[in-house]
């Protein structure tokens, strides 16, 4: 839990929470990224990790029974249970990716809210040009995407492409000719609203740059839908050759199993950063050596926590618990035997816990949403 | 040693042992998967393992030198060494893939005896289907090769599929149509009795899928053969995805070093097992550390032991001491670290232990071989 | 430091020293593999053991801050700086890769002197032959090119190959025909200097594979021009395939994030080594887990020390610290876990730490070079 003593987190990537109570077989569904909710879900890390962690939030014993847990949750309702762990998560700022809502969820306002802290909106470009299907024709997307994206990102603090998903991230690095936009918006808008488009996916990463804020990427873990292999990191390196020399700072999410690909990544290219944001929660105990394999390579000072917490409340608060525990864990070995001295190991704690998001979104400045 | 308090292992996947003395070289070819013998695969991981464990099985004190281990092998002969080894693995029963035979290796039923318990089939789809070379022409291949599949699996408990080693695990996902099928039948049937050809591979593929029996893959870890980033097993996601709503099981085995691949599959797909065998007797004492990763992910409803063990009979020890140690290794520093309870570790030793094999090939159903 | 009871190490694969005293943004961009220069560094595992182990050869204490460290060694000067370092590396003798020279380095006679042992040369492929351009027409290419590395290699122990940062590691294993090499020499000649062609890699390759010297390949870790999904030695497997019958040791150079890959080829070739150089001294204190997963399948007889130290002494006095102490650590946990025995371990670390590397490259044989 939060204390004094206790540096509170930057979550620089989540989703909202479901405003609902939910069956046990939905809570199972949103625990992994499993498709099919499986009880077993409960006998891997992140199940032992919610009857170790959680538990004891809901005023039951460690290692209580899933379905005791199960049935204390659905007692206690989810705005007492969402409560509860929203503010034991001990955040104090939460940069909320709102392109995902395929049931209604809460928005940055009621989540800043929940932590007595501050929500700031990160723009998924791929929701910002679907929103325009049906509304323009090929030859006017490209500005009408410009414009939307400049109004969605008026308060937004950065921007994420879910390219991973879509087409993958062997992208062509070259910024696509007006008349290759036309064309491939003339076949997108002549089916489904549904982008899935290599040269619109490389156009819509290219106004984000203009743009100028930090582009998340999604890289590495996800559900059963994404193509792992083809979401390796290591696959935007002619991308992140070419943006470089603009300085615009890219965010890659996830990365596990690739994550000492991206830690990589993070310490070869200026403006490249990197999380385990996902994984942290999924590996439970594991999450530990998860950091310090992603610390191999990567500078401390890229180097996020983020959750990527969907639905759940207890997946912000595991997130934050497993991050906060692994860092610990992995500075104080160092400082133990000898590698760095304690007070480098605070300093390396806070820029990782904060700072780095701070800085690198500007949290603070403009688009700042402060609600306690 | 199995003792009344050490619960005894299923082996999901062997295959059979060598019925005859070996030389010294022979023994060290059979020890690794390179391809020439070397006295040097005692000075890795494996060859300590051997002085270490095995050595005390032939009498011998832990660490003695490799020519006096191989002398004192010699001395016993192949027969007792092998009922040593089998007796002291402390298996309940093994899965015995029967395709692959270089020379005349112990059947299932000697294999029964020789652990004092049971003994499944696992035949091997491209063993089926070659063995149908020259008996049969195109257009009569795919109804052939049905009636032998169900021939060859009427007392096994699940197939195997090679695909990993003839044409990669990049499958296209589609039930290949009967004139594909007539017309990589013909080609094949044209040249040599060896199947190398996507068609036919998937064709064997969905044939094993109406036959409804799980299937095993192998992915990852195999001899100098195999083109190894054609077996990740991330690349079996599409062929995943048509698979899940059949329901059938998919085992993928081995999977070093994309262990963690595995891992994911297994959580995502609800369908999907994976072990680490040939990995943990290849790994020595590291095999802790893999079981780990593995289980990043993996749920422990998912996880299962094998040994991949051919030829020597230390193999099937190996795997099943530091199997069993590893898993111990792990539960145990999860309950020290207040990860999970004790009776939840004892509860997930048994599923990996055995219980997840007993349920997914329904062992002890029709096929079953006792020799006890 | 290297004293009478700690054995002196052979580093297979090193470059040289830069003559001149450093700006702080000179000596942060040498220390890692990134394009740009950036305070950053020194807040990651190589920025934290340079303040750990390298201050106190400068006479400071551990832990020093990063500008307390620069301005030391400004004040020392570079010549008194690397005497230190290359003293207390405690090498016995460095194969030194003298083909990449962006501004005049020490040579191997100089460092040999520096070390009070002896130095060797390792040619490089692309080097002689990029020497050759304005020299030769197509048609003379291969006649040339072979004399000019049967001069070049007259005393040098090896060779080395960059395909890795040129075309990638997933090579035709095919010898070119004749044709194929005019071709594509007439290709080369008519543009730039840099060879970076399938057909001419593969050329100089197979006339290394002729000079019967061991190659070394660059794979996995390098800056941000290499392609890392190129770079990764399971693209080397047809090439090795082909490779391993003429008997030519082939070493596989870094391999990070690919090393268990790397031990697995160590393991199925018989012909092939790896090593972990640059990684090591990048991964700081993770150094020893890198070397234990390389170890998982690679033979303690197949596993080489380099540092690939480029321009900063504390490269080489970074990586065999990191070395000496890794496997230290590796082989003791075996001897306190029961794995092996400390006769074993003390072996072992001989192999790995000097006598593999005197073994495949006859270092003392022709090509000695002893300046103490």
């Keep these: 839990m939060a204390d004094g003593a206790t540096p509170r987190l930057v979550d620089h990537h989540c989703h909202g929470l479901v405003q609902r109570d939910l069956a046990d077989d939905e809570f199972t569904a949103l625990l992994t990224e499993a498709a099919v909710a499986s009880a077993g879900a409960f006998d891997s890390r992140i199940g032992l990790a919610v009857r170790r962690w959680c538990a004891p939030v809901l005023d039951l014993p460690a290692h209580v029974p899933a379905d005791e847990y199960l049935a204390r949750r659905t007692e206690l309702g989810f ?59 090929a ?71 203009d743009r100028g804020l930090p582009i998340q990427f999604h890289a590495g873990l996800g559900d059963s839908d994404v193509d792992m292999k083809s979401g390796d990191p290591l696959l935007l390196m002619p991308l992140l050759r070419a943006v470089e020399p603009t300085g615009v700072p890219v965010m890659l999410l996830h990365n ?85 001295s304690a007070a480098d190991a605070d300093r390396l704690a806070r820029m990782v816990g904060s700072e780095n998001a701070v800085r690198v979104y500007g949290l603070g400045d403009a688009g700042f949403r402060h609600t306690a």
């Design 139 to 209: 030859a006017g997307f490209a500005d009408a995407f410009q414009a939307a994206l400049r109004q969605r990102t008026e308060r937004a603090v950065g921007v994420k492409s879910i390219a991973a998903y879509r087409v993958g991230l062997d992208l062509d690095p070259a910024r696509p000719s007006a008349g290759d936009v036309v064309g491939a918006a003339w076949r997108w808008l002549s089916g489904g609203k549904r982008i899935a488009d290599p040269v619109l996916q490389r156009f819509l990463i290219w106004c984000a740059v």
């Design 79 to 137: 705005a007492e249970v969402d409560a509860r762990f929203m503010t034991a998560a001990g955040l104090s700022a939460l940069c909320v990716d709102t392109g995902y809502v395929p049931e209604p969820i809460s928005t940055p306002e009621s989540l800043a809210t929940a932590i007595d802290g501050s929500a700031y909106e990160i723009a998924r470009l791929e929701q910002v040009a679907e929103d325009l299907h049906g509304k323009v024709d």
């Design 256 to 340: 596990y199993p690739f994550h000492r690909h991206a830690g990589y990544l993070a310490q070869v290219f200026g403006n490249v950063h990197v999380d385990v944001g996902l994984a942290t929660h999924n590996l439970g105990d594991r999450s530990r050596v998860l950091i310090e394999e992603t610390l191999e390579l990567a500078p401390f000072g890229k180097f996020l926590f983020s959750s990527d917490a969907f639905g759940l409340s207890e997946l912000y608060y595991l997130a934050a618990v497993l991050f906060r525990r692994g860092v610990a864990a992995v500075l104080e070995a160092g400082v133990s035997g000898g590698s760095w």
